[in-house]
């Protein structure tokens, strides 16, 4: 039986990556409660539930009559105000994310960047009088890059600060800034560290990012998640100043919302971390080897830009849904890639019946170049030829047979992002 999810509140863009990260598993049920009509509606249709504005006095209590009679098991907060406001405050459900002692401190970015600054480079965070300008002000209290601003005289800082008591004053950066999405075990010990590029951001949130490769982020997340005792999904922000370091910029416990970017590289980390909440031992696969621009504009885009010959593609659970929906997204795509694209497509599968029968009755028995039907014990990994191909499988065991054995690029239904981008 599926676990039921509850996304709060679900129409922000990190409960929709929530909602795209788990919404073809056969584990999670995935709930949402709102305070406003937005598209949250569209992707989650009759299981949308109505709660208040997350400073609302209510908030907290709808929140938990929703767990209370959904009989949800976890919670997701998808704000950041909402993180700090549910944690340890909701019964019947684990919430993901962190204990209130580790909500303290994350909420402000002062007050991390003071838990840190002896862990990894941190900016100079000015005292009034204290400042070298242009200084660089944003909200102590907020996510993204909301209300953040540069100041180049005294007297409009001071006006700043007189009109908001919520700014922390720091160091100008000026050189390029990352996010590094990251995954913790439930003893801090880092999992996963993925860096990314914030190329372009809107309304706070990098809209536009390519993939980073420094091997200095790693052992950066590694001090980060053992200073502040970080569990499950996270991320932290960089930003390079002119001495040619990056500095932290700050620390969230929940994942991004565009950790998509991960997500289509075949890393998980929603999935991930109810895997680990539901007391289960979580491993990663090695990421996709592949060069791609992950580009958002109210929906999600990738452009591949490596080379892909031919798309291997399981049956149960992967093209054919609940035993039987056809994944029209995946199929409609299966048809662009070899129609448009003129790619290869080989059915993968230890089907348990005649597959052909059931490719005919579900109309596409022209769709596959080749079908390969294996028996028990025999492994997907030893049919695949090459590295330029896809293999597309629900099952994470499978995946990471075939990325390690073949090197070919391992994803799950839940990231045909990436497949779409070769179209």
């Not at 908001?164 to 390029?176: M, S």
């Not at 929940?254 to 970017?261: D, E, K, L, M, P």
């Not at 991930?272 to 031992?281: D, F, N, T, Y």
Request: glycine share 8%.
């Amino acid at each position: 039986m599926k676990k039921r999810v509850l996304v709060v509140p679900a129409g922000t863009e990190i409960a929709h990556e929530v909602i795209e990260s788990l919404r073809f598993s056969k584990f999670w049920d995935v709930y949402g409660g709102n305070s406003v009509n937005d598209h949250s509606e569209i992707l989650l249709r009759d299981k949308c539930h109505f709660v208040p504005f997350v400073i609302d006095p209510n908030f907290v209590p709808a929140v938990q009559d929703l767990v209370t009679k959904l009989k949800i098991d976890f919670v997701v907060p998808a704000h950041d105000e909402a993180l700090f406001r549910l944690a340890g405050r909701i019964d019947g459900a684990i919430v993901a994310g962190p204990l209130p002692n580790l909500g303290d401190i994350l909420k402000l970015k002062s007050t991390t960047i003071a838990k840190l600054r002896h862990v990894v480079p941190a900016p100079q965070v000015y005292a009034p009088g204290e400042e070298a300008f242009p200084v660089f002000c944003k909200p102590d209290r907020g996510q993204g890059s909301r209300g953040i601003k540069i100041v180049h005289d005294p007297d409009e800082l001071l006006r700043m600060r007189s009109a908001d008591g919520n700014l922390i004053v720091q160091e100008l950066l000026t050189g390029e800034e990352v996010t590094v999405d990251c995954f913790s075990d439930p003893s801090s010990r880092l999992l996963f560290a993925g860096a990314r590029s914030r190329v372009r951001t809107t309304g706070g949130i990098s809209v536009r990012s390519r993939l980073v490769s420094d091997a200095e982020f790693p052992n950066l997340a590694s001090r980060i998640s053992e200073g502040l005792q970080l569990t499950g999904a996270w991320f932290f922000q960089m930003k390079r100043g002119a001495d040619g370091h990056y500095k932290l910029l700050e620390v969230a416990n929940r994942i991004a919302g565009s950790s998509g970017f991960q997500r289509v590289r075949g890393i998980n980390l929603m999935d991930a971390w109810l895997h680990q909440l539901s007391g289960q031992a979580v491993t990663f696969q090695s990421p996709a080897d592949i060069d791609f621009v992950y580009d958002r504009a109210l929906y999600v885009k990738t452009i591949v830009l490596s080379q892909v010959d031919a798309l291997y593609v399981d049956f149960d659970d992967t093209l054919i849904l609940d035993g039987s929906k056809i994944n029209h997204r995946l199929v409609g795509m299966l048809y662009g890639a070899k129609y448009n694209k003129q790619k290869k497509l080989i059915l993968l599968t230890r089907h348990d019946g005649i597959v052909e029968e059931k490719l005919s009755a579900f109309g596409l028995s022209a769709l596959f170049d080749e079908i390969i039907h294996l028996k028990k014990g025999e492994r997907k990994s030893d049919s695949i030829a090459g590295p330029h191909a896809i293999f597309i499988d629900d099952s994470y065991r499978e995946r990471a047979d075939v990325a390690e054995t073949c090197g070919a690029i391992a994803i799950g239904p839940e990231s045909l992002d990436l497949v779409e981008g070769i179209l």
